[in-house]
Every structure is written in structure tokens, then in C-alpha cells.
């Protein structure tokens, strides 16, 4: 069974209101975005700094220098791949 003309009209009335509301509240949020004003620059510095203390002698630990590095990884020779990737076999 196709769908008719007057069932594809009244399904086109009922989806026009429902894009104009999303459309709507879309502009309402932006809206209300760029009208906040920004935090004052006082309110930010009044934070509390904590200073950061690193205990750089976890570095001397002698398990540390059992530790090896990475192979250096050479770059690939020749040819890789395929010319067009998205062909079919």
C-alpha cells in the first residue's frame, strides 16, 4: 500500500510546528549564551592557590635504571597500501 498525497500533506503539517519549536528554543539558549555577562576578573583571582609540591627523588630509584628504552622504529620502504582505498577487490 503507497502512501497518498493528503497523508504525505498532513504529515508535513504536523512536522513544520515541530522544526519551528526546535528552531525556537535553539535561538532562545543562544540567545541567553551570549547575554550572560562574564564572570568578574575579582571572583576568579579570589581562588585558592595551592602550591604543587614533586618529589623529584621517585626519579633516583634504583629500579628505574633497570628500565630499557624503545627500538627507534624505521620508517616503512617500498610501497604500502593501495592506490584507491575505497575500490572493491
Not at 23 to 32: D, P
Not at 55 to 80: A, H, R, T
Amino acid at each position: 500500500m503507497s502512501i497518498s498525497f493528503l497523508e504525505q500533506k498532513k504529515k508535513n503539517k504536523l512536522l513544520l510546528p515541530i522544526l519551528g519549536g526546535i528552531i525556537v528554543v535553539t535561538l532562545i539558549i543562544i540567545w541567553l549564551g551570549f547575554s550572560r555577562k562574564p564572570e568578574s576578573p575579582l571572583s576568579i583571582s579570589l581562588l585558592p592557590v595551592h602550591k604543587i609540591n614533586i618529589d623529584w627523588q621517585v626519579l633516583k630509584n634504583p629500579i628505574l635504571d633497570n628500565l630499557e628504552l624503545f627500538e627507534v622504529i624505521q620508517p616503512l620502504q617500498g610501497s604500502y597500501g593501495r592506490k584507491n582505498p575505497f575500490l572493491p577487490y
